[in-house]
T-cell receptor, first 115, second 116 residues
């Protein structure tokens, strides 16, 4: 079946512009995660959605970052007034559920470059 | 809150030799532990996980890991390395019943080089 998809695959923007990154999780997966991976670094947790529960936003680095998940499916990560330090690969993952079925399936990522 | 450490930035091993990639963790509750692999120009892929039960977990591509609660470790192992195992490996932990909420924390990654 289809995996996690993300769009765009690459985004180049100018400092100060807003960007929107999209994630389509695997159908039926209730949990959705956003991470950031800077060059040569590990994954930095950003935000987590589970079903209809309030999201865990504790990893968002500043109030310029926000995310929403509409209808329990597609998610959009928005970065306002982008800065050069926002340049990274943004990864989305989904999992069927928590607990025993808690395996995250990752999308290919969106590579963001802020000039 | 939880944390995870991968003390080696890089591990070098000859093909056919056993490999170990180390991971230690810290949680306030109980851990769910995961290993993921990132091959060059490919996305992150799940390898194996410990949720409960047997401390020795077997996963994809012949990899296994042992959950050691007393040493708070979850080292990744393979009896005989292949050149195709060369990749970036991430250990991850979620803190169950502790203060970490639902977030999964990833280590910084260990780059494995297997030489022919």
């Amino acid at each position: 079946g289809a995996g996690v998809s993300q769009s765009p695959s690459n985004k180049v923007t100018e400092k100060g512009k807003d960007v929107e990154l999209r994630c389509d999780p695997i159908s039926g997966h209730t949990a959705l995660y956003w991470y950031r991976q800077s060059l040569g670094q590990g994954l930095e947790f950003l935000i987590y959605f589970q079903g209809n529960s309030a999201p865990d936003k504790s990893g968002l680095p500043s109030d310029r970052f926000s995310a929403e998940r509409t209808g329990g499916s597609v998610s959009t990560l928005t970065i306002q007034r982008t800065q050069q330090e926002d340049s990274a690969v943004y990864l989305c993952a989904s999992s069927l559920a928590l607990g025993v079925q808690e395996t995250q399936y990752f999308g290919p990522g969106t590579r963001l470059l802020v000039l | 809150a939880q944390s995870v450490a991968q003390p080696e930035d890089q591990v070098n091993v000859a093909e056919g030799n056993p490999l170990t990639v180390k991971c230690t963790y810290s949680v306030s509750g109980n851990p769910y532990l995961f290993w993921y692999v990132q091959y060059p120009n490919r996305g992150l892929q799940f390898l194996l996980k410990y949720i409960t039960g047997d401390n020795l977990v077997k996963g994809s591509y012949g990899f296994e890991a042992e959950f050691n609660k007393s040493q708070t470790s979850f080292h990744l192992k393979k009896p005989s390395a292949l050149v195709s195992d060369s990749a970036l490996y991430f250990c991850a932990v979620r803190d169950i019943g502790g203060t970490g909420g639902f977030k999964t924390i990833f280590g910084a990654g260990t780059r494995l080089f297997v030489k022919a």
